[in-house]
């Protein structure tokens, strides 16, 4: 459908390329799926070996909070997200309480809205790769560094971060691609200059116009390009400890100081991670929710009348 309306051509797919508008939104793409991507690696990695080496207060419900991000689409979460950071959200509600004004802050951070959101809802992938990865490695390795005076940071750096390489390469790749592609979260923070918005904004011309096809050619093009690329820098690296018959080293008490602030770590992520849940939840039962910290009043009325409306139950069966 790209390449032969009516006869073959590459004008359309030319046309993408050249696109200043389409280019815009190429390099925006890119930007979020790497911004997110680097905002996932910063959280799960840190998250999973702390949850692999030390045994904190809370541990087990918090490893499992850290998981609910995965269970609700990032694009709901936006709605939430916009109850609370939104110009007449909570958060400038309390600042104001505070003699403190933002102005419209949010019309002008809308982009690093959508690289937050993304983050929050596919950080929890490479939490699980990295922490399962965690679990197969041999503890000789680490020891053996130790002996010859390699410890903390460094140790983490040159011997496990190494041996973790397949694992974060396998994680990083399924959040950049789902990243790059993410669509419900741009369209509801109103970020139009992407690609998959691009492309479902000119969808409607499909029948008359083939310039949507090449849109999809480019979108596709790009991620297995990316994925190519990743794959030629990350070399023939392999995982050695995964084996059968390995020692893995149990996880440790940490002194009180020490495992409160694991703890705390832990929370803090996992609360920002289901806060555009927590928010969601508030609009939902909210009767007025403008310009104040917490909604004025509350009502199920919200929830009747979704359950009256002739579509909601056969949506749901569906």
Request: proline residues 6%.
């Amino acid at each position: 459908a790209a390449f032969a309306p009516p006869h073959p051509t590459f004008a359309f797919l030319q046309e993408a390329f050249i696109n200043p508008e389409i280019q815009q939104g190429l390099l925006n793409s890119l930007l979020i799926a790497s911004a997110s991507t680097f905002l996932c690696i910063l959280l799960a990695v840190p998250l999973a070996s702390i949850s692999d080496r030390w045994n904190f207060p809370g541990k087990n419900v918090l490893t499992t909070l850290v998981l609910v991000p995965l269970i609700i689409p990032p694009f709901v979460g936006a709605i939430g997200m916009k109850a609370i950071f939104g110009r007449q959200g909570a958060l400038h509600a309390g600042l104001q309480s505070l003699g403190v004004s933002l102005g419209d802050w949010w019309g002008n951070t809308r982009l690093p809205g959508v690289i937050l959101l993304i983050s929050l809802h596919l950080f929890p992938i490479l939490f699980l790769n990295v922490s399962t990865a965690l679990t197969k490695l041999d503890s000789s390795a680490g020891e053996a560094a130790e002996n010859l005076g390699c410890r903390g940071v460094r140790k983490f750096w040159r011997i496990t971060l190494p041996l973790l390489f397949p694992s974060v390469f396998a994680g990083t790749v399924l959040v950049f691609l789902g990243a790059f592609t993410e669509l419900g979260v741009p369209l509801l923070l109103g970020v139009t200059r992407i690609l998959p918005v691009q492309i479902l904004s000119s969808l409607s011309e499909a029948a008359s116009n083939p310039f949507p096809f090449a849109l999809v050619i480019l979108l596709l093009t790009s991620s297995m390009l990316l994925y190519g690329i990743a794959r030629l820098f990350s070399g023939r690296a392999r995982m050695f400890g995964g084996n059968k018959g390995v020692r893995h080293a149990s996880s440790q008490e940490p002194c009180f100081l020490l495992g409160l602030l694991c703890s705390f770590f832990f929370a803090s992520v996992t609360f920002l991670a289901i806060l555009p849940s927590l928010g969601l939840i508030l609009v939902s039962f909210s009767q007025d929710w403008y310009a104040t910290i917490l909604p004025t009043g509350w009502t199920f009325h919200h929830f009747q009348s979704a359950f009256r409306h002739y579509l909601a139950l056969s949506s749901i069966q569906n």
